[in-house]
C-alpha cells in the first residue's frame, strides 16, 4: 500500500516535470532551450513509464522504454544536426 | 417475329448495309434507288391492311424485349397509325426518288443522308405503331436525334450547326416532359399500354396526377409540332437539305406531336384545361406563324414559318374535337366529331401541298442558286411545270377551290364557328375570338400564299440576279411534286374515297366513344352555300387587296423591331442562363482549397449537428465510464497545452515541435490505457513524422518564408469550434448508446484459435489479415509514390540543365 503511495507520489512528480518541461517547450526562447526540454521530456517519459510498469506489475512496456530511449536519442541529434547544418541528413555528391 | 416487324425494322436494318453500297455501288448508280425501295414496300405492305381497318379490324403485335420490366415492343395498327404510317413512307418513298436528283452523287456524303434518313423513318414508324408508352418514348427521342443529325448534314457550315442544336435542346426539352408525363401516366393505371388507358379512363380521370401529367406530355406535343412558342426551332432547321425539310419539317416529324395529341385525346380530352391548352395554343400558332411567314424574304423560312401556322391549325381543330369526348354521343358531339375529322383531313393535306411546296422551293433553289424572294421573279415562262406545281401547293395552301386546301378550310372554319357557340369552357363570352383570329389568320395565310407563288414566278424575269443559267428542272426531280400536286387535285374531287378508308378509321381510333353513325354523315356535306363559305369569299377579298398593296406595308412589318421576337427571347435566354451558371460557379469554385475546407466542414458539422438536435441524439450517459485518474488528467493538460502552442507558435519549428510533443503524449496515453503495441508504434511513426515536418520545413522557398503567426479569422474560428464541438457530442452521445456487447470476448481465446498471445497482433495477422496486407499495399504504393515524385523531379532538372 506504501509501496504504491510512493509510486504514485513519484509519476506525480514526473508528471509535475514533464510540464515544466514542456513549459520550456512552448517558451523558448531558442529553438536550442526546446530541442533540450524535449529530449528532457523524453527521459522523464521513460522514468514514468518504469514507474508505471511497476506499478501494473507487467513488463509489456519494456520494449517502449528502450525505444523511446533510442528515439529520443535520434531525435535529438537529427534536431542538433538540422540546428548546426540546415540539413538532417546530407546528399552524397 | 412477324412480318409486321420485319418491315417495321425494315428502315433500321437496311441502313446498317448502306455504307456496304456506298463504297461498292456508287460509282455505278446513285445509291438513293435503292434506298427508295424501303419506304416503298413498307407502303405496299401498309396497303393490305386498309381494307380491313377500314372495316374497324385492329392488329396487335408483340415483340418481348424486357419481359420482366414488362417492357416488351407492342405494336398497334389502328387507323390513325395506319394514316401516318401511310403519309410517312408514301411521302417518304417522294421525296427519298426527289433526293435522288437533288443530292450529288459525286460532291455530297450520301451514305451519311441516307442512313440519317432510314433512321429517322424507322423511328418515326416505331413511333406512330407503339403501343407501349416507354417504347413511344424512345422512338421519340431517336426522331430528335435523327432529325438533329440531319439538320447539320452540312456540318462545316456554322447556321446548320446552331439550327441542328436549336432543335435538339427544344425537342429535347419537350421529350423529357413528355416522358415525366408518361411515367405520371403509367403510376396513375399501373399499365404501359395505351389501350389500357383508354380502357381506364375514370382512374386516370379522377386522379391527382391527371393534369400534371397533361401538361408534360402537351410540352412534349408541342414542342415537336412547333406549337407557339416552342415554334422557333423549325425555321432554323431550314438549314436542312431541302429533301429533309419537306420530309421531316413538314410532312412527318412535326406531325409527331400532333400524332400524340390525338393519341391522348381519349385520354384527355374532354378536360377543360387540354381544350384550352391544345385550342387556345393552336389558333396562337396560327395567327403567328401566318403573321411572321408574311415577313420572311427567304422562301424555305417562309414555307417554314407556314408549316407552324398550319401544325397551328390542325392542333385547333384537335382541341375543338376534344369537345366530342365532353359532349359524349349526340348531336353536340357528333358536331364537334367533324373538327377532328378536320384536323385529320387537313394532316393529311397539308403533308401533300406542303411536301409539294418545298420540293418546288428545293428545285427554284437548284436550278437559280437563289432562294431568296427579292431576287427572284419571272420564272414562269422558264419553269412552268415547276410553276404549275407551284401554284397548285400555293393555292392549296391558301385555301382555294379546286384544290384539297379549300376543303379542309372549310372545314375548319365551320369548327371554329361550332366552338363558338358550344358554351361551356367559358366559350360563351370568348369563344367569339375563335372564328375572329382563325379568319384573319387565313387572310395572312392567303397573303403568303399569293406572293410565295406569284413573286417568285410572276413578275419581271432577272437573270442578271441569278447565279445559274436557268432551265427547267430534270423530270427526275419534277416527279414527286407533280404525284403530290396530282394528290391534292384528287383529294379535292373525290375527297370521300380518302375519307372512307383512311381519315374514318383514324377518327375512330381518335374518339372510340362516339357511336359509328356520327363519323359517317358530315364527310359528303362539303357543299352549299353558307357561313363558311361567306368567310372564304371574305379571305378572298380582303387577301387579294392586300396582296396588290404589299408594297405599302410589307416593308414596315418586316422592319419592325426584332427585339421582341422569339427567337431573340431564346438566344438572351440562353446566353443569359450560360453567363449565369458561369457567374454562379465561378462564385463558388474559387479554386482556394481553404474555401472548400470551409464547405465540407460547415457542411459536416450542419448535417451531423443538424440531424443531432433534430432526432434528439444529444444524451449522455456515464454510468459506465470508468474512472478518472490523475494520470489522465495531466496528459490531457500537457496535450492541452502543446495543441495551443501549435495554434499560436510564432514560428514554423515551434509548431512542428509541439506537434512531436502531442504524438508523444498520445503514445503515452496508450501506455496508460495498456496498449504497448500501439504505444511502440506510435513513438516510431510520431518520430518519423517530426523528421519528415522538418524536412518540409527546410525546402521552403526562400523567397516568402515570412515566419508569422497563423493569421486570425473569425469565420476558420467558429467552424472549427463548431467542428470540435460537433465531434465531441457525437463521441460522447455514441458512447452513452452502447447497443450491443463489444465482439472481444472471442479475440480473448487467441491462443486456442491461432496459438498467439498477443491479441494484438493475432488480430493483425490473423483474425483480420486481410486488413493489415492492405495497409501494407498502401505503405508500399505511399513508398513509391514517393520515389516516384523524387525521382521525376530530379530527372526534370537534369534535363533542365541539359538544355
Redesign the interface.
Same mark, same amino acid.
Given at each position: 500500500m506504501i509501496f504504491e503511495t510512493v509510486l504514485i507520489t513519484a509519476l506525480c512528480i514526473l508528471m509535475l516535470a514533464i510540464l515544466a518541461n514542456l513549459y520550456r517547450v512552448v517558451k523558448g526562447p531558442s529553438s536550442a532551450d526546446r530541442v533540450q526540454a524535449l529530449d528532457s521530456v523524453g527521459i522523464n517519459l521513460i522514468a514514468s513509464i518504469a514507474v508505471f510498469s511497476v506499478l501494473l506489475h507487467t513488463h509489456a512496456f519494456f520494449d517502449l522504454i528502450l525505444l523511446i530511449g533510442i528515439l529520443s536519442f535520434i531525435g535529438t541529434v537529427a534536431f542538433a544536426r538540422f540546428i548546426e547544418r540546415g540539413v538532417v541528413i546530407e546528399r552524397k555528391r | 417475329m412477324s412480318i409486321f416487324y420485319t418491315f417495321m425494322f425494315l428502315p433500321i436494318i437496311s441502313a446498317i448495309f448502306i455504307p456496304l453500297l456506298y463504297k461498292y455501288l456508287n460509282r455505278l448508280v446513285h445509291i438513293g434507288w435503292f434506298v427508295s425501295l424501303v419506304p416503298l414496300s413498307i407502303f405496299i405492305y401498309l396497303l393490305q391492311y386498309i381494307p380491313d381497318v377500314a372495316a374497324g379490324d385492329t392488329y396487335k403485335y408483340t415483340i418481348s424485349w424486357i419481359p420482366s420490366l414488362d417492357m416488351n415492343i407492342i405494336s398497334y395498327v389502328d387507323g390513325l397509325s395506319l394514316l401516318f404510317g401511310l403519309l410517312i413512307t408514301g411521302v417518304g418513298t417522294l421525296v427519298i426518288i426527289y433526293s435522288i436528283f437533288y443530292m450529288s452523287k459525286i460532291r455530297e456524303a450520301l451514305h451519311n443522308f441516307y442512313i440519317y434518313l432510314l433512321m429517322f423513318m424507322g423511328a418515326m414508324l416505331g413511333l406512330v405503331f407503339s403501343d407501349h408508352l416507354l417504347v413511344l418514348y424512345g422512338f421519340w427521342e431517336l426522331t430528335s436525334v435523327s432529325s438533329f443529325l440531319l439538320i447539320s448534314y452540312w456540318y462545316e457550315r456554322k447556321s446548320s450547326r446552331q439550327g441542328a442544336l436549336k432543335a435538339l435542346l427544344i425537342t429535347v426539352l419537350g421529350g423529357f416532359g413528355m416522358l415525366a408525363g408518361f411515367i405520371m401516366m403509367i403510376m396513375m393505371t399501373d399499365t404501359y399500354s395505351i389501350r389500357e388507358m383508354i380502357a381506364n379512363l375514370d382512374v386516370i380521370q379522377n386522379h391527382t396526377l391527371f393534369i400534371p401529367a397533361m401538361l408534360c406530355v402537351l410540352l412534349g406535343a408541342f414542342t415537336k409540332s412547333a406549337q407557339f412558342p416552342f415554334g422557333i426551332w423549325l425555321p432554323d432547321a431550314m438549314e436542312a437539305p431541302t429533301p429533309v425539310s419537306s420530309y421531316l419539317h413538314s410532312a412527318t416529324m412535326v406531325k409527331a406531336g400532333i400524332y400524340l395529341v390525338a393519341r391522348m385525346t381519349p385520354v384527355f380530352g374532354g378536360n377543360s384545361v387540354w381544350f384550352w391548352l391544345v385550342a387556345g395554343i393552336g389558333i396562337i400558332t396560327l395567327l403567328y406563324g401566318s403573321l411572321t411567314a408574311l415577313r420572311q424574304t427567304d422562301l424555305k423560312a417562309m414555307l417554314a414559318y407556314s408549316t407552324i401556322s398550319q401544325l397551328g391549325l390542325i392542333m385547333c381543330l384537335l382541341g375543338i374535337g376534344s369537345l366530342a369526348v365532353y359532349f359524349g354521343p349526340g348531336e353536340s358531339g357528333t358536331v364537334f366529331t367533324v373538327a377532328t375529322f378536320a384536323a385529320l383531313f387537313h394532316l393529311f393535306n397539308h403533308s401533300t401541298f406542303k411536301g409539294t411546296l418545298f420540293m418546288v422551293v428545293g428545285i427554284i433553289d437548284h436550278e437559280t442558286g437563289r432562294r431568296d424572294i427579292r431576287y427572284l421573279g419571272g420564272l414562269m415562262q422558264v419553269m412552268p411545270i415547276t410553276f404549275t406545281i407551284a401554284l397548285i401547293g400555293g393555292l392549296s395552301m391558301a385555301g382555294l377551290p379546286p384544290f384539297n386546301g379549300f376543303l379542309s378550310k372549310e372545314m375548319f372554319f365551320a369548327a371554329v364557328n361550332d366552338v363558338s357557340q358550344a358554351g361551356i369552357f367559358g366559350l360563351s363570352n370568348i369563344g367569339i375570338m375563335f372564328p375572329i383570329i382563325a379568319w384573319v389568320a387565313s387572310i395572312f395565310t392567303f397573303v403568303y400564299c399569293m406572293i410565295f407563288v406569284f413573286k417568285t414566278f410572276g413578275g419581271q424575269y432577272r437573270p442578271e440576279k441569278l447565279t445559274r443559267k436557268v432551265h427547267e428542272a430534270p423530270w427526275g426531280m419534277l416527279f414527286s411534286p407533280i404525284i403530290l400536286g396530282l394528290l391534292v387535285i384528287f383529294i379535292f374531287f373525290f375527297p370521300n374515297v380518302l375519307g372512307k378508308y383512311i381519315l374514318t378509321p383514324a377518327l375512330t381510333s381518335i374518339l372510340p366513344m362516339m357511336p359509328i353513325s356520327s363519323y359517317d354523315v358530315k364527310i359528303s356535306a362539303w357543299h352549299g352555300l353558307n357561313m363558311e363559305l361567306v368567310m372564304t369569299i371574305g379571305v378572298i377579298a380582303i387577301g387579294i387587296l392586300l396582296f396588290k398593296t404589299t408594297k405599302r406595308w410589307l416593308q414596315a412589318l418586316r422592319n419592325h423591331t426584332q427585339g421582341l421576337t422569339l427567337n431573340h427571347l431564346y438566344n438572351e435566354g440562353l446566353s443569359g442562363m450560360e453567363r449565369f451558371s458561369v457567374s454562379l460557379t465561378n462564385r463558388y469554385m474559387t479554386g482556394s482549397l481553404r474555401h472548400y475546407l470551409i464547405y465540407i466542414f460547415s457542411f459536416f458539422v450542419i448535417v451531423l449537428l443538424g440531424s443531432l438536435l433534430l432526432f434528439h441524439g444529444i444524451q449522455f450517459d456515464f454510468a459506465s465510464n470508468s474512472a478518472i485518474s490523475?494520470?489522465d488528467v495531466? !496528459?490531457v !493538460?500537457?496535450m492541452i497545452?502543446?495543441a495551443l502552442?501549435v495554434l499560436f507558435a510564432s514560428n514554423r519549428?515551434?509548431a512542428i515541435?509541439?506537434l512531436?510533443?502531442l504524438g508523444?503524449m498520445v503514445?503515452?496515453f496508450f501506455?496508460?490505457f495498456?496498449a504497448?503495441d500501439l504505444?511502440?508504434t506510435q513513438?516510431?511513426v510520431e518520430?518519423v513524422t517530426?523528421?519528415l515536418f522538418? !524536412?518540409c520545413f527546410?525546402h521552403l522557398p526562400k523567397l516568402k518564408k515570412s515566419i508569422e503567426r497563423i493569421p486570425f479569422k473569425l469565420t476558420n474560428l467558429i467552424i472549427s469550434i463548431a467542428m470540435g464541438l460537433t465531434v465531441t457530442l457525437l463521441g460522447l452521445s455514441a458512447n452513452g448508446h452502447k447497443l450491443f456487447e463489444p465482439i472481444t470476448s472471442f479475440f480473448e481465446n487467441a491462443y486456442e484459435l491461432a496459438g498467439a498471445k498477443n491479441i494484438v497482433n493475432a488480430i493483425l495477422v490473423d483474425f483480420r489479415g486481410f486488413d493489415t496486407m492492405l495497409e501494407i499495399s498502401v505503405l508500399a504504393i505511399a513508398g513509391l509514390g514517393v520515389y516516384i515524385l523524387v525521382h521525376q523531379r530530379s530527372k526534370r532538372r537534369e534535363q533542365r540543365e541539359t538544355e
Open positions: - | 490523475i494520470f495531466g !496528459l !493538460l500537457g497545452i502543446a502552442t519549428i515551434m515541435v509541439a512531436g510533443a508523444y503514445s503515452m501506455v496508460i495498456l504497448p504505444a511502440l513513438m516510431v518520430t517530426t523528421v522538418l !524536412l527546410y
